[in-house]
């Protein structure tokens, strides 16, 4: 399938499901403390959803089996929910959700610390999070995707991090994953030019180490090869005339 342009009916129903979604992660966020374990943020969040009257579009995807990922420490993304995986202080978090209203899917990552961190914890997640607002500097109408890509690339690299290579962002709308695929690392072909009315999940998923991730037994968490840590940031975002909007995030979020 092609890269779709969304109509202006359909960019309303897209911020209206990432609308909610920010809500949802603004209330996932508040519930992030030492002694949760990952299952009950996975049930808090399917909850949650189903509250706005969307739906968990993570669940059942290619079989995975829950809502929210949640992914701890070296985990990098796709972490599935567990009874027995209790959050502790120190820990980071990183919880990736996404929903569908009225056919429309959203989809944003956001890691947390748990309780009090290291000071490295705590700038991998800053720099993670800085380095989607790096990348969107780029998301222009004209510019290429690679544009962003080599803005995140450049940005995470200069602290010395691993920029993962084997995920990748991507166009988003009536399916979860659309045309475009969305590097975060550095690119030597163009890609596609950006349009107004694209709408693009755009998602650095960063290790403090080496790039290099494997998965787990469970095929579907992945992990980084050298037990470092690893953080994620996404939002929704819609390519405009002018700057992007960042659907995702509500008017007090950063
Ligand atoms: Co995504």
Redesign the pocket.
Known sequence: MAVTIKSEREIELMRESCRILAQVHEQLGEAIKPGISTWDIDALGEKLIRSYGCIPNFLNYNGYPASICVSVNDEVVHGIPSRERILVEGDIVSL?A?LIYKGYHS?A?RTYPVGKVSKDAAALIEVTRQSFFEGIKYARAGNHLYDISNAIDAYCSSFGYGVVRDLV??G?GTS??EEPQIPNFKQWRRGIKLRPGMTL?I?PMINMGGCDVEWLEDDWTVVTQDGSLSAHY?NTVLITEGAPEILTLLPDQK
Do not use: M, N
């Open positions: 990736d996404g989809d990552a962002g991507h988003i979860l994953h999940a998602e996404e």
